[in-house]
């Protein structure tokens, strides 16, 4: 199960805190990206990065912002801001040398009261 | 930008029997299909793949079928056993937007024994 890690796997904030979900990876991959996961939806796009120091947004933004400082990490922080914080988190990884196919973590579980 | 319908979102078939997920997308650039299988709690796994130059693809008891024309795209699972009860989900990319992923809202298969 290596390879990209995610952690916490559980975390429980109060509203009105910000908090910073961890993600690292040893895949040598170029390319990495978060998603939110709610119930009954699909994974939608927070923010990806396909390159050290450059990040994009993804549809779901708003609330959210990343930094891309190495290649093995995409911290992503869930600010005040974001309404409905409350979800599972996934980040994902690839290599566009290797093919298309995107490597998830484990996840984390954010709860917010 | 794209957007990917799923159906169904349950499906339940007796062990043994095949089960078929189907998949439309809208942006006709779009050039890779990926299916991830998602157990309870667990990460996104993927399952099989299809680029836009090939009509079908088979892995064992798995095959995945292409129709640009329709911009529709299928899963095909055949002998189900048990141990396929999961969640679903289908995608489709373009390489041009950073190979973000664009997710169907997933289907739940649960193979009776």
């Known amino acids: 199960d290596g390879g990209i890690t995610q952690s916490p796997k559980y975390l429980f904030r109060k509203e009105g805190q910000n908090v910073t979900l961890s993600c690292e990876q040893n895949?040598?991959?170029?390319?990495m990206y978060w998603y939110r996961q709610d119930p009954g939806q699909g994974l939608r796009l927070i923010y990806y990065?396909?390159?050290?120091?450059?990040?994009q947004k993804g549809d779901i933004a708003e609330g959210y912002s990343v930094s891309r400082e190495k290649k093995e990490s995409f911290p992503l922080t869930v600010t005040s801001a974001q309404k409905n914080p409350t979800a599972f988190y996934l980040c994902?990884?690839?290599?566009?040398?290797?093919?298309?196919?995107?490597?998830f973590g484990p996840g984390t579980r954010l709860t917010v009261t | 930008g794209e957007n990917v319908e799923q159906h169904p979102s349950t499906l339940s078939v007796q062990e043994g029997d095949s089960a078929v997920i189907k998949c439309t997308y809208s942006d006709s650039a779009s050039n890779y299909f990926p299916w991830y299988k998602q157990e309870l709690g667990k990460r996104p796994q993927l399952i099989i793949d299809i680029r836009s130059n090939v009509g079908e693809k088979k892995d064992q008891r798995i095959a995945v079928t292409l129709n640009k024309t329709a911009k529709h795209f299928s899963l095909h699972i055949t002998e189900t056993q048990p141990e396929d009860s999961a969640v679903y989900f289908c995608a489709a990319s373009r390489r041009e937007y950073g190979n973000k992923l664009v997710f169907g809202a997933g289907t739940i298969l649960r193979v009776k024994s």
């Open positions: 994902a990884s690839s290599s566009p040398r290797k093919g298309r196919e995107q490597y």
């Open positions: 895949l040598n991959h170029d390319a």
């Open positions: 990065s396909q390159i050290v120091n450059d990040f």
